[in-house]
């Protein structure tokens, strides 16, 4: 049969496993990126051995997120 997936005891579990996905899944997201921003990127990848774009972006902005508050005018710490 060809479509094997419309069968009764199939396609229920195939749409559970499409929502179930859909509602995990990564949002999409575009930014513009100039070229000192994929030298960043690539900087990030190979000091920190990240295999992506995506996951060079989410480990700046995580580690960005956790450390202190920077004035990003003079690059010294702030006081809280």
Do not use: N
């Not at 749409?15 to 997201?29: A, D, E, Q």
């Amino acid at each position: 049969m060809g479509f094997w997936w419309l069968e009764s005891d199939v396609l229920p579990l195939a749409c559970c496993i499409s929502l179930w996905y859909t509602r995990h899944m990564r949002k999409i997201t575009t930014i513009r990126l100039d070229e000192a921003d994929r030298a960043a990127i690539a900087t990030i990848k190979a000091r920190y051995g990240v295999a992506s774009d995506s996951d060079a972006i989410r480990l700046a902005v995580r580690l960005l997120a956790e450390s202190k508050r920077v004035d990003v005018q003079s690059g010294k710490p702030r006081q809280p």
